[in-house]
């Protein structure tokens, strides 16, 4: 990127825009926020264990921490007005974060045990399916619920059926 300040403007010639220069109390905050971030950082577990921890140990704490948060965000739908587009955000956001969850349990139980169980895939696979079929219930129409439902089922069933196998 290509820019040049003259006077108190930031210009941006590959962009074609001028923009002022950020304050002095904005640069403050900015830089206040950087250090606070850094801070957190480095008394974050996870960033504490990833210097020195075993896999297995790094993989349990990214899945309670992953936990911690697919509750979070089912506490703020919960709680979000129904039907609204922060609600459907939410739930697209819990779904990634139990499908994080869900990668990081079989790759915990891959590392400690091999390939997981049956047993355990269907546990996780049906507290996934059990959370889908929630969200979509509240929020998609009664036919579009049961489409996406029996879709999820399908890729899930199809996807999984050489771990469910051995049961």
Do not use: W, Y
Not at 65 to 85: M, T
């Amino acid at each position: 990127m290509d820019t040049c300040n003259v006077l108190n403007l930031d210009l941006d010639v590959d962009n074609r825009q001028v923009k002022p220069r950020p304050c002095a109390r904005s640069l403050a905050r900015r830089l206040a926020f950087q250090s606070a971030e850094e801070e957190h950082a480095d008394q974050d577990p996870i960033v504490r264990a990833a210097s020195g921890a075993s896999t297995a140990e790094l993989l349990r704490l990214d899945l309670f921490e992953l936990a911690k948060e697919a509750a979070a965000l089912k506490f703020e739908r919960i709680n979000a007005p129904p039907g609204s587009r922060e609600q459907a955000r939410l739930i697209t956001r819990r779904v990634r974060a139990l499908r994080a969850c869900a990668r990081t349990a079989i790759q915990l139980h891959k590392v400690e045990s091999g390939t997981p169980s049956a047993a355990v895939t269907r546990r996780i696979t049906d507290l996934l399916r059990h959370d889908i079929e929630a969200a979509a219930v509240d929020v998609l129409p009664a036919e579009q619920a049961r489409d996406l439902i029996e879709r999820f089922r399908s890729r899930v069933a199809a996807g999984l059926e050489h771990l469910l196998d051995d049961a």
